[in-house]
């Protein structure tokens, strides 16, 4: 009786903590973002707008600005203090491409940034994104 006791407080104790996605996830990822995003050697300023759902599901879009625009689509997940993110776009000279990686996560979910993998037209590179929350009012609207 007196294993029972503690085992249940430490058990209710774990059904109480926030998963990705949850109000209080202390490394969810929501709102406006900007940064940069770097592809062979190139710098591009970029900006992601995402929103993170129960689960740690994130969708949201991508976009560069200079030297030339692109526009893309957002799919990805929150484990632990990783965003696995793929962003899905359609390159100037009209073929598919893509960005993944595994980005590191602050406590806060105001910076994410790491490495990734560029498929532009079937070439493949390494890169690397940073980006920064800068709306800090998106973090206490909660999840949607």
Do not use: K, W
Not at 25 to 32: F, H, K, L
Not at 74 to 91: A, E, K, N
Not at 94 to 105: K, P, Q, R
């Amino acid at each position: 009786m007196l294993i029972a006791l503690p085992l249940s407080v430490a058990l209710a104790g774990c059904a109480s903590m926030p998963g990705p996605g949850d109000a209080d996830y202390p490394y969810n990822v929501e709102g406006p973002y900007q940064g940069r995003f770097v592809f062979d050697g190139q710098p591009f300023d970029a900006t992601l707008n995402v929103r993170i759902r129960s689960g740690g599901r994130v969708r949201g879009a991508f976009r560069v600005g200079a030297p030339v625009e692109l526009d893309g689509a957002v799919d990805g997940v929150v484990i632990d203090d990783l965003l696995r993110l793929t962003v899905r776009y359609d390159t100037p000279r009209g073929c598919e491409a893509s960005i993944e990686g595994v980005l590191t996560v602050e406590r806060g979910g105001d910076v994410f940034e790491g490495p990734v993998t560029v498929d532009s037209c079937g070439v493949i590179a390494g890169g690397r994104m940073a980006f920064r929350r800068v709306d800090r009012r998106s973090r206490s609207e909660g999840v949607h």
